[in-house]
């Protein structure tokens, strides 16, 4: 996800507890321009999820509009632009 100054879309989102341990690991297997950063939930809380710097998506296919990456997985797979 990228963190806009505008209101944001509503994207669905996987909770996961993780451990301190597991955190430190994800973080060393990301790639440059990804980080933990805080994601706001429609409740108003917050939680720690994975942000790309704007750098990361110059040029690639904004897929906000499937509301997730899972279903722009789905629609991928029924040959869905």
Known sequence: MIRTKEPAAEIDVEIWAVS???LADILAKEPA???IGK?????GSEVL????????????KDITAYGGWRNYIA???NNQP
């Open 20 to 22: 301190a341990q597991g």
């Open 33 to 35: 321009g990804l980080c």
């Open 39 to 43: 994601v706001q939930l429609n409740d």
């Open 49 to 60: 999820g994975v942000l790309g710097e704007p750098w990361v998506v110059e040029g690639e």
């Open 75 to 77: 629609g991928c797979k």
